[in-house]
């Protein structure tokens, strides 16, 4: 595989993964569902586009943020049907507003998902083999409860309790590691 048919794949991953915080950033701001939808593919065009160009684009959720507001504006503009027309500069300075409000608090969720994920290893990791093997089917291997059970050798039932009580037992644990966080 080529470097820059890598670069375009890990980018793409990287959009995959990013697209709901850009469809929640378009969509909270155009509330409607079908432009939302192409204002988001038009992004990923660009993207497309600029990789093909070597483009290096060093913060790509920030920058296909910046795209999406730059067509949302655009949007604004050719919308004949607004019942509030704006001055271009008043919406400029409102959306960069809401971009960086946007751009702040998806950090504060990146950093809270990673110290939630950092206290479920923390909690996973000091259950018996037995519990992690059955949590380890069910979630890494995605087995449905009925396929855990045969491996396990244990019933349908014994199971769907058991994985009921790890749940619980992780959630509480998770909750109190955050808390002795802060």
């Known amino acids: 595989m080529s470097r820059e048919s890598e670069i375009i794949q890990r980018a793409a991953a990287e959009f995959i993964h ?10 909270g701001l155009l509330r409607d569902a079908h432009a939302a939808e192409d204002v988001i593919q038009e ?21 296909c943020r910046g795209v999406a507001r730059n067509l949302i504006l655009k949007h604004w503009r050719t919308q004949r049907t607004a019942k509030v027309v704006a ?18 608090s998806e950090d504060d969720a990146d950093d809270e998902w990673q110290r939630r994920q950092q206290a479920l290893d923390d ?7 037995k519990s992690r093997r059955m949590l380890s089917l069910r979630y890494d291997g995605r087995q449905s409860v009925e396929e855990v059970a045969r491996a396990t050798g244990q019933s349908f039932d014994a199971v769907t309790k058991a994985l009921y009580r790890l749940r619980q037992m992780l959630t509480e644990c998770v909750e109190r590691k955050l808390s002795q966080l802060t």
């Open 87 to 104: 001055d271009s500069e008043v919406m400029e300075a409102f959306l960069t507003q809401v971009e960086t409000a946007f751009a702040e």
């Open 18 to 27: 990013d697209r709901h915080r850009l469809g929640a950033f378009v969509g």
């Open 123 to 129: 909690c996973v990791a000091v259950l018996p083999e």
């Open 43 to 63: 992004v990923w065009v660009r993207l497309a586009a600029e990789l093909e160009k070597s483009t290096l684009i060093e913060n790509q959720a920030a920058w």
